[in-house]
């Protein structure tokens, strides 16, 4: 039985990310990027514990065998699985012209628990370079340093009115700067909904035919205060809003 108190004892071991597991192996081969930050950073020796997930949910408790500073190995002593949060909370943010103001929006995401990441190329979106694999990299470093079990998935980036028309989740927002009719997010969750989306602009915002496009597909106009937000606050002002809601 998954147990809080269990899990919390068991995160105060180093933590470290492996896509190199399935439930039938006991032994685990460490990449050499983990493999030289746990034997030549950390210094940790044959025998010393450490705990790994695969961002699907397992914790697994491990036990070094081999301390090689290039393909570290370790063998499997414990497994728990994490269960999801029942809510599932997904942003859809334009890509910013500053690549490294999405990278944050990223990180301060995922340390927020936000589960799906869609970036959205809008009519006003400056496009950017996407590099997929660092921005995994980024994602996997905040899962970690905020003890999650759980990586976001991350898409590649949609033009808008595709992410509008593929939308399933129960709830969907749109949150827009235009002085028009608009509610305050917190009033409007339902928290007996098991997935939102929110989608949030560029710099310069959604255009009007977007916004109306939106609305056109039942998604709910928000606002986020009563100050104006940069994108990637916005977004995360957005991430917290719905996490705060519980079921």
Request: proline share 4%; glycine share 4%.
């Amino acid at each position: 039985m998954f147990n809080q108190e269990n899990l919390s004892s068991q995160l105060a071991l180093p933590f470290f990310y492996t896509d190199n597991f399935n439930s039938s192996q006991k032994a685990i081969l460490l990449d050499e990027d983990t493999s030289r930050h746990v034997v030549q950073v950390l210094r940790m020796k044959k025998g010393e514990l450490l705990n790994l997930t695969d961002g699907k949910g397992h914790l697994l408790t491990t036990e070094i065998t081999g301390e090689h500073k290039k393909h570290c190995e370790v063998v499997v002593t414990e497994m728990k699985f994490v269960p999801s949060p029942i809510r599932k909370i997904s942003i859809g943010l334009s890509l910013i012209k500053n690549n490294s103001r999405f990278e944050w929006f990223l990180e301060k995401a995922t340390e927020t628990g936000v589960d799906e990441i869609i970036p959205l190329i809008c009519e006003r979106t400056e496009k950017q370079k996407f590099r997929s694999d660092r921005l995994k990299n980024i994602l996997i470093s905040a899962m970690l340093q905020s003890q999650q079990c759980w990586l976001p998935v991350l898409h590649e980036p949609v033009q808008f009115k595709t992410a509008v028309e593929n939308a399933k989740q129960q709830q969907k927002f749109i949150g827009h700067c235009i002085e028009e009719e608009k509610q305050n997010l917190p009033d409007v969750i339902n928290e007996a909904m098991s997935s939102q989306l929110i989608l949030i602009g560029p710099e310069g915002d959604f255009s009007k035919s977007e916004i109306d496009f939106a609305l056109q597909h039942h998604f709910i106009p928000v606002a986020l205060g009563n100050t104006r937000l940069r994108t990637e606050t916005a977004g995360i002002a957005a991430a917290i809003l719905l996490k705060i809601v519980k079921k």
